[in-house]
């Protein structure tokens, strides 16, 4: 297996869907190149980060919903209500 | 503060919302409309266009509560409503043309070797990412990816949804679905990794 064909199946690999015969390939390879092992590693963090960025514990959200907001959504569905 | 509790009882709240109870619907909107906005605001990319979609996806939900069947959670319910609403806002919207990802993937020697010798990063991510101000860097990051990347990358790693449901979502096949979110996190790392390593990336020598 090159490098080429391991950030192919980079991401069956992380979720553990790479199948078992391209498994054993990856890991060699994986073992001897430095570089891919970096590779994967990053890899994983990118994904790692974008959770942490973005998820629950994020300063973002989620516990202050702007007020307006509410009162805009209170006020429209009495103007407009499901009966 | 503090209004976006878990809600204890969901069945007792829908059967409210069905009744009509007022209390009720403001509950929903202080409970669920933070992470509704900012799951919306990071597809569609605008502050006064999320708003617009979470309040009609509220709006949409009380309405249609009716025939909520609960065989889901409300908060998984009403995210699929808005982000639905979401990328709709999305494809009707007139858009440049897609910039091309492909500077942004990993590029290959003939012998198939990394063009490119990683350069390892500086600390690990939960530490970098305990800085506001790298979670902010993140978000402008995935911000910057084009559409139908950054959708692909959001369902699936931030919504946390599977690839069955993003693809059907985004009327992809699942091997596109697939492709995408591979492609969209390679590029990820590409935009992430002169702020996570010191010194940069490099030429592999040959």
Redesign the interface.
Known sequence: M????L?DF??DYVSGELPEEHRAHFELHLSRCR??H??L???E????????????M?????????ED??K???A??KL???? | MGSATPVDDEAALIAQLRAGDESAYEQVVRTYGGRLLAVTRRIVGSEEDARDIVQDAFLNAFKSVGRFEGNSKLSTWLHRIAVNAALMKLRTRKRKPEQSIETMLPSFLEDGHHEERFKSWDEPVDKALERAETRQLVRAKIDELPDGYRTVLVLRDIEGLDTEETAKMLGLSVNATKIRLHRARQALRTMLAPHFAASGGGKATP
């Open positions: 090159k490098c080429r064909e950030a980079l991401m570089n891919c970096e590779y590693a990053q890899y963090s990118t994904v790692k980060a974008g959770r942490i960025a973005c998820g629950e994020s300063d973002e959200l989620p516990g202050d919903v702007p907001l509410v805009a959504v209170l429209a569905r407009d209500p499901a009966k």
